[in-house]
């Protein structure tokens, strides 16, 4: 059986700029854009040329792409013509395969926001689209609020997408503008159209994420005959965003009845990037990657019910729907109050712990991680300190050197330029072979990002182990999370510290006290002595 | 026309808990049951008791509730009679109204998973709802994996339902555990399902959101009659997280075909309280709301295009679905226009600060509040410090007293006993009526819950205040708050300190620094000082 083609078009780098707290440089367009096109993505939506500046100089610079670039603008205004509309030939003039305009199919719009007759308003979109097909480009037509359009007139709203096709528009895409329509509307309306006369491999669909129904709209206007999707990179976009790309390309590609009757431009082996093309767009907004992002979160693929977590090991797809690595995602199997002892093996095969079925220390490590978690700790993302903790119930884990004391001070008050100003100072003694070894740092304001007294702990800590020194110059604090919790009956504070290394190793763990520092100090004792564990 | 009545049962104590991270504390979990009870949810599932300690103490004390508080628990296993099967007696001593059992429906999960026959796991399912309804409680039976099991199975899947209604369950809920199913298949099965005699008012439904369908699959079983919807709050819950109940309630009352031929038990007074019912339980998790979130998101209402804005000032329905006051939420139009203005009027009037429209403080605070959120502070919650912050603005903020320096050391080593043990110790010094003022504090190990230095820091600053004393001497630190965030282009600290009064107020402030200890004591001293306006 032949497939049907589909079309994917990214518009993160215009729509997905509409999120409250993003504005992407040049060089991140230029990024993000290769990222989609290696993806095969089919369109790339790169901005509005003309509405702001880096909009305007990343098609100055925009990398060759196998996509077809797109710029996007508005339908021409009336009164004047489709050439001589300055707003128009910004977007012209920015020289992309393909333009893109939105315009009005709302009758409600027409008159109240626009001001003009409906019928000026279905020339503007046919000029418009004329003027664009004249001058050698594809033109698609964004018909903005079509589906609320729709409901109110919907003779109007299919005349303005006849009159774009007959100007030769390649694609008439319906939005939804507001988000607010359900996703049995979107099917009922998509597939009115079709019946209507607009052929579904010209029709597309544009949806937002105000009713959490964005994917499922997208996909019902699929399964009425709609051949484009147009979407975002993480859902990127306005108020509560556009549809999310990352989650609908897995479903078209892994899952029926997309997989077998649809074909995209993305083929299996670049689908395995999805879940990297998402944490950098995360990257490049400074943002935590969504963990229970579905697809390609770090939890899409977490097991915690403890009867999950055995069948998984029996069968992953007893609770699994697609193999993670189909997406380049991972299965996580975590500890939890909730964990059995099979996920516990599982947790310790990962870190490289083989245990008997029938060890007795197995139930012990359990009984401690319960015990610890009543008290605040967590050890689902703590592996690190998870292995520690199972290490030396196993008898396995060396004493690389011994605390004997710390101190660490932090002094607030007026520096010679008359402006207050801070010091931290940590003292640490150590005792490493046998020999006590005393160390001092120190640091304070302005002098880089480690200005606390954490920062002054793990730098004296990690002066002078003696021996291990070289095995822990590499290493740095890359992350440092804090919360008050319950520990027993009363409230403790957790510290979670995420350290990293030269040779690209990334490990987590947990400290809990009454006292921050305390909390602090036993996260990063542990972060040293499991690299010592690695590389000692 | 008489609406039909649609349940909603909530499972964020027991299926949320699965999220990875997320362990609940009883206090927490009493603190959720009451937000869902007074929102107007019709069950409350609570956790699985004997399962984990905190599920059972959570029983043991659960808060009284109009809610039908429901225990979760698995059918019988085979080989013993539902009384003589001790897991189960677990779930029936906690006493609950309803109990909600899991159990097989899917013939390769019995055979595989169970390794029973059909007919055992049948007659299992049979037996146990028996068992609870002998006992005069309510039954539920949620089928695991129902829709991948009718795929491959229907006549046994749909025999086990009709196994548990016949033993006499009030519910049948249909689980898609894995989350695969896409919503036209979810509505396709349902109609099947009801077809073949199942009623729909004993017809539930529960989703899960691993390719971000859960919410839609919720409307496509409840369009295909289901009368019963389980979700989760901010759809908390394994893997990706259940079907989110916050995106479904205003759906289901806000929109059709729902809100005229549906009723819940949630009325519109109740539903303005959404927003908040969403937020408190990321404050208890200490997760940051998600800002696109949809309908109670930061950003669910925020303009941030120019054309989008202009016409939300003429018209707001031009791009709003709904208003964002139903589900007590706030639109956000760009800062600098006259809405943004007005917004802050609000706010300064909550604090009992009447400023005229034209007046320019009005445009220096809002200039100030966006420089400080720029660089990592928050006033969405900590109004202490926003009134501070204003007052400084509008000459309204009297200087009570000067810091002029302050030291805190934390110290840990063996104590007498030969154990590891800290002691904190702050000096603050301040400058009070034109008197220096020198104060100390320790704090240690085994000494009530305030071990560290930000509670050293905490009480020298409040031990002696000269005039101000008194009306310090009755306010106590009742939560700390500590989060890293970015301030302009580094990480920093942010510290948020709730407080509290004999006089029975509470109130936030907000300190930030790269430093934790700064972060900490800017806040404190906001705290202090909001507490002498009102007192002093």
């Known amino acids: 059986m032949t497939k049907?083609?589909?079309?994917?078009?990214?518009?993160?780098?215009r729509d997905g700029q509409q999120t409250q707290g993003v504005q992407f440089s040049t060089v991140e367009k230029q990024t993000i854009a290769q990222t989609l096109d290696e993806l095969g993505i089919d369109y790339i939506e790169g901005g509005w040329p003309g509405a702001n500046p880096t909009d305007s100089a990343f098609f100055d610079a925009a990398p060759k792409t196998r996509a077809t670039m797109t710029a996007f603008g508005m339908t021409k205004r009336a009164g004047m013509s489709a050439e001589n509309d300055d707003v128009l030939a910004a977007v012209m003039n920015a020289g992309t395969g393909a333009v893109c305009l939105v315009g009005k199919t709302h009758e409600f719009h027409v008159?109240?926001?626009l001001g003009i007759t409906l019928d000026e308003n279905r020339d503007n979109i046919a000029k418009s689209i004329s003027h664009i097909v004249k001058n050698g480009r594809e033109a698609l037509f964004d018909a903005e609020h079509f589906f609320d359009g729709f409901k109110s007139n919907p003779e109007y709203a299919l005349s303005c997408l006849k009159a774009a096709l007959d100007a030769g528009a390649r694609w008439v895409v319906l939005c939804d503008t507001n988000g607010g329509t359900l996703p049995y509307d979107v099917y009922r309306i998509t597939a009115e159209v079709v019946a209507a006369g607009i052929p579904g491999d010209q029709l597309g669909i544009h949806t937002h994420n105000d009713t959490e129904n964005a994917v499922a709209g997208s996909l019902a206007a699929v399964d009425a005959g709609a051949r484009q999707v147009q979407g975002t990179l993480n859902g990127l976009g306005e108020r509560c965003g556009n549809a999310n790309l990352i989650a609908i390309i897995p479903t078209l590609l892994l899952k029926e009845p997309y997989a077998s009757t649809l074909e995209t431009g993305i083929c299996a082996e670049a689908l395995k990037s999805l879940t990297m093309a998402s944490r950098q767009l995360d990257e490049i907004l400074n943002r935590v990657p969504t963990k229970q992002a579905a697809y390609v979160g770090a939890s899409a693929f977490a097991h915690k019910a403890g009867l999950h977590a055995s069948a998984i090991l029996k069968d992953p797809t007893t609770y699994e729907h697609i193999p993670p690595e189909a997406i380049g995602n991972t299965r996580i199997i975590p500890m939890s109050n909730q964990a059995g002892l099979s996920n516990l093996r599982r947790r310790l095969a990962e870190a490289g712990l083989d245990v008997q079925r029938d060890d007795p220390?197995?139930?012990?490590?359990?009984?401690?991680i319960k015990d610890r978690e009543d008290h605040g700790y967590t050890y689902d993302s703590a592996q690190a300190s998870f292995e520690l903790l199972a290490r030396r119930e196993l008898g396995l884990l060396p004493e690389f050197f011994e605390v004997k004391r710390y101190k660490v001070t932090v002094e607030r008050r007026k520096n010679k330029y008359d402006k207050m100003a801070s010091l931290s100072e940590a003292v640490v003694v150590v005792k490493v072979d046998g020999e006590k070894k005393l160390s001092v740092s120190e640091s304070m304001d302005g002098h880089g990002s480690d200005r606390g007294p954490v920062n002054a702990l793990a730098k004296a800590l990690a002066k002078d182990?003696?021996?291990?020194?070289?095995a822990i110059d590499d290493?740095?604090?890359?992350d440092f999370k804090v919360r008050i919790t319950q520990g027993?009956?009363?409230a403790v504070t957790r510290v979670i510290i995420d350290s990293e290394d030269g040779k690209g190793r990334r490990w987590s763990t947990v400290g809990v006290s009454p006292n921050i520092v305390d909390a602090s100090f036993e996260a990063l004792l542990d972060a040293i002595n499991w690299k010592l564990l690695r590389d000692a």
Chains 1, 2 share one sequence.
């Open 4 to 13: 049907e083609r589909l079309y994917l078009y990214d518009t993160t780098l």
């Open 111 to 113: 008159t109240t926001a």
């Open 361 to 368: 220390a197995l139930s012990r490590i359990l009984a401690e």
């Open 465 to 470: 182990l003696g021996p291990f020194q070289d």
């Open 475 to 478: 290493m740095r604090l890359v």
């Open 488 to 490: 027993g009956t009363e």
